[in-house]
């Protein structure tokens, strides 16, 4: 291990409990601030750079992505800074002694100036399609990368596999993210909560989300409370009684000891009008099997279940006639294989370019999608131009922020939810369905195809 | 969606970029705070309760886990606290109209007054071995749960993959974390660098966090670079010429056009004297042939590989001869199957208890993991209780937090690094291999036995 001695950023070793909003501008790849460096001892830090991020495949079993982060990282944009003190650490790696030392008063001085396209959140897209365009002097479009990367990739990921899980379950589920345990970070677990409400969800147990975006948060109760009140007081349904006193609204967990047996007493309490029962909650078990046996016993009631599932064990258990009104979804949900988005140059001073690298080739040129809808289905994507004039399709992609300011309204999430939505809803079945889904063909347009052409045979003479 | 209007607890609506270390608190999942108000309803919230965090079953193919995160666990519990803008919000939600009065202000004056028991980290653990036990009233205990599980279960997921693959590598690979712009949020990134450091790893290319920890940041150039010097000045060579007069010590990238022919190039250069070249990377292509014809131009240059890389992956690249001297890590390490801690109420008010609920039944009591280590190796574990006089076996869990203090100093990454390095090394083979491993057999105690038959049995009358 390489360390080196004497310096430390933030004056206090080793504390990585949470990223302050400042922090953010070094959460990159060290390559980033050689290349920006590099390009400013070759005077061409202020060319005008166009990046793009886009998937060159989906993951395996996916039809269509779930564009979303982009307002996480317009708000990103907005606030980069770079402080004396990380400009000064920076220096202290002692990596920088070649460098040109007019990269430091870049940094010292840098602000985001650049144009943002991209395509709305909640938006629907495919392998190879721009979900971002960054337009912006060369240094700042590198620098940016691994930050606009890291965002969408996740909140991608989540909310695609939140849209999924909306379509299986249908309108009329309620779907809960429980996924802050085992979310890959305090902040992933909050994106997660965000994404999957944008992506279809009716709320989240993540208190922290919740109450940030504007929510309600929801949850039930524990085992630990069963278990810790059972001893204490004596039963299961002391401690029933007691967390019904305080939070009558709330679901009760009834699988600690004997779930059937649970139900049975909960229904004489019920049916006596003793108790008000608000849900009960499955957390193991076959869920099939005790979803019946306690409907049976509580059939006014919803029942809710949780424990590992996702939209396959969905779909099963609808399919297999299960008696379930609710579903609280968390590993399987906040985890998983991710979203691989790349972020590559496409144009730099009016100059397409294009990466030739074995099975990773990247389209030249600053490009457009262009969607065509017919009677509310997506019949084709065609991959363009930005500047070509569509004979047909709906341009996708928009710009949103214009010389490092924002220049569109921030969306609520019950707006983003709903376009997730109606663009869910505009899929064709093949794409949309989660058994072996057939991704939509994306067409590449004549003037994009000519300029891979042109790009290529420049290339192959100067490379 | 359940919105609820007026009320937004920061003022700023939706912001999630980043978290500040007082909003840790919200961090989890309303179930810890509703159940906290029920404990306080019923007059048990100071009861002695103890929480065990462990988990299952080992996530599939591994066989043994790497315990870490337990240093940003003890700094969550030092530091937590509610605003009061925190209390008024959670009032406002509407959730806690029938909590008692008092709930409120045993928020405002919290602390967490606890002792915390655990694994130092870098330790191999085993399924159902507890990684750290939480010793503090009952409401205290109970908020905590989810914080900690996310901390815990991501850290240890990582740094045992890091373990992994440092083990199949070697000592003498390179092996650097590349994984920010796929990790599951930005702190995710941070976590993952740091776990990764921890786990074998040598440098991340997360630049904050490898200052944070004290230590240079690592990186090589991206394809962009070249392709933008590349369309600017004329050629693949001049970017070449340019980044290393920067950063004479970085690795140069020679796949963005023709791989071989970039070496050649190269090799000239570096044969006439002109160039002292540190190093070179590949990203894509045929990375074992392509290591052997870039090795026989550039004997001398240590040769690194990236690109979708496991511990799988490097096995099948050593076995197939690969000339490679050092690995770039990212996706692979940094997302995947993640570890599903779990943390349970083993004991209240010196009572033991047990869920027994079909397939998640957990053992009672206070434990401590005894192992027994003969000439070097593991040759088992046994799991017992805390009192017990160990008739053999070294005791792992020791005391980390007394009263809300930590009472032991904060190692740093190194001698963490050590630890694992040691600790992987004390396992059998079959343990410790990535091809079908077969993990530990955990022996239970002749008392533990006994506490889980005597628990069974007055859970069996009384539930």
């Known amino acids: 291990m390489t360390t080196f001695s004497g310096w430390n950023y933030a004056n206090h070793e080793q504390s990585l409990l949470n990223l302050a909003a400042d922090d953010l501008s070094l959460v990159t790849d060290l390559y980033q601030l050689t290349m920006a460096a590099c390009y400013v001892g070759e005077g061409i830090e202020q060319r005008r750079a166009s990046f793009e991020l886009f998937t060159r495949r989906l993951p395996e079993g996916f039809g269509y992505l779930i564009a979303m982060g982009l307002t996480q990282a317009l708000e990103y944009l907005e606030k980069l ?36 396209y991209a395509v709305s959140e909640g938006t629907a897209v495919f392998a190879n399609e721009p979900i971002l365009r960054i337009e912006a002097p060369l240094w700042q479009a590198q620098l940016v990368e691994t930050y606009l990367l890291n965002t969408i990739n996740y909140q991608t990921l989540i909310a695609t596999r939140a849209a999924r899980m909306r379509d299986v379950a249908g309108e009329s589920a309620t779907l809960l993210e429980f996924g802050t345990r085992r979310a890959f970070s305090p902040q992933g677990a909050v994106w997660a909560a965000r994404a999957a409400l944008a992506g279809g969800f009716d709320a989240t147990s993540n208190v922290f989300a919740a109450l940030q975006l504007g ?55 019920v049916n006596s009008g003793e108790l008000d029962l608000a849900g ?29 599932l996702d939209e396959w064990e ?11 009104d609710g579903y609280g979804l968390g590993t399987k949900l906040v985890t998983g294989t991710p979203v691989n988005g790349v972020y590559k140059l496409v144009e730099i001073d009016d100059i397409p370019v294009m ?29 363009g131009l930005m500047d070509e004039t569509p004979e047909n399709g709906q341009p996708l992609l928009e710009i949103f922020m214009k010389a490092g300011k924002c220049i569109k309204p921030q969306e ?6 709903q376009r997730t939505s109606a663009t869910v809803a505009s899929l ?16 590449i347009s004549n003037p994009l195809e000519e300029l891979i ?11």
């Open 81 to 116: 800074r770079f402080t004396p003190a990380q400009v000064e650490a920076l220096k202290q790696t002692g990596i920088f002694a070649h460098a040109p030392e007019r990269f430091w008063q870049l940094l010292l001085e840098a602000r985001f100036t650049g144009d943002v």
């Open 215 to 269: 929510m309600q948060p929801s949850g039930t109760m524990a085992h630990a409370l069963v278990m810790a009140l059972a001893a204490t007081e004596g039963s299961e349904d002391q401690a029933f009684a007691a967390f019904h006193r305080y939070f009558p609204g709330a679901s009760l967990l009834i699988d600690t000891y004997d779930t059937v047996a649970a139900a049975a007493r909960l229904a004489e309490k």
């Open 280 to 308: 009960v909650r499955l957390d193991s078990g076959d869920l099939v099997e005790l979803s019946h046996l306690v409907r049976s016993h509580l059939p006014g009631v919803p029942i809710f279940a949780s424990g590992d």
């Open 314 to 324: 969905i779909a099963r258990l609808k399919a297999a006639g299960a008696e379930i």
């Open 355 to 383: 990466k030739q690298s074995s099975g990773k080739v990247t389209f030249p040129g600053r490009k457009q999608i262009f969607r065509t809808v017919v009677n509310g289905k997506v019949t084709a994507d065609r991959l």
């Open 412 to 417: 609520n999430i019950g707006e983003i939810r």
């Open 428 to 443: 064709p079945e093949e794409v949309r369905r989660i058994a072996k889904p057939i991704t939509l063909h994306v067409e």
């Open 453 to 463: 052409w042109r790009t290529k045979n420049r290339e192959l003479v100067t490379g």
